[in-house]
């Protein structure tokens, strides 16, 4: 990678990565992503998570805030994402601040869920906590079935995303956040281990969107 061919906007880039990396058979999954974040006692945690979404307002996910995670992110919200396109020889890390995203966002992301994944969000009421065992959460989910039957069972419910799909309603202890970066590193590996780290950083950070001015830094391997 040379400075010069960067576009200006790294969003722009990552678009163009993101493509190269749903195009290729090997990825399977190309918006999981590695979720660092730390608690109030800087105690660091990691987990994979699905990217369901980014653009200037940044880059957008959905979990249980029950969870370690939204509980880090309650007392400490900053995180670290890491985008590991292996195959690629290529990697993407985003660093920023995080903000829980409005109820009506996460309602229309919860009713394009397939159903049994709703279902799942409900029985997983207190995620992280122990559990006795699997049998007592499978149980849990058919109970929950029985109170809300499958809508394909019904020829006339709209299917999973349309307008009036409440079968599943959303759970209070459910929602999603968006990490607004303030440096995104493009890692690209190369012979000899003399890899390409060309990191986009917001000056000044915390710059909204289209607003943000970025400069690009190159980092030794």
């Known amino acids: 990678m040379a400075e010069t061919t960067l576009p200006a906007d790294p969003l722009d880039l990552f678009a163009a990565w993101f493509a190269d990396a749903a195009g290729l058979a ?23 998570v699905l990217l369901k979404g980014y653009g200037q307002d940044g880059f957008r996910f959905f979990t249980n805030l029950t969870s370690r995670k939204a509980r880090d992110l309650a007392a400490n919200p900053r995180a670290a994402l890491v ?67 499958d809508p394909a069972t019904r020829p006339d419910a709209p299917q999973a995303g349309e307008e009036g799909d409440d079968t599943v309603p959303l759970p ?8 607004v970066p303030e440096s995104i590193e493009f890692w690209q590996g190369r012979p000899n281990r003399l890899h390409d780290r060309l990191r986009y950083r917001c000056v000044p950070p915390g710059t909204p969107g289209r607003d943000a001015v970025w400069r690009v830094e190159r980092l030794s391997p």
Request: aromatic residues 12%.
């Open 26 to 48: 090997a990825l399977p999954e190309p918006n999981a992503m590695v979720l660092a974040t730390a608690s109030a006692e800087a105690s660091p945690s990691i987990r994979t």
């Open 83 to 149: 985008f590991p396109w292996h195959s690629m020889h290529r990697q993407v890390i985003v660093d920023g601040p995080v903000a829980e995203l409005p109820r009506e966002e996460v309602a229309a992301y919860f009713r394009t869920r397939p159903y049994g994944s709703r279902l799942g969000a409900w029985a997983s009421e207190h995620q992280s906590a122990v559990i006795e065992g699997r049998e007592g959460l499978e149980r849990r989910w058919a109970e929950l079935a029985r109170r809300w039957p």
């Open 172 to 179: 209070d202890f459910w929602g999603g956040f968006r990490l």
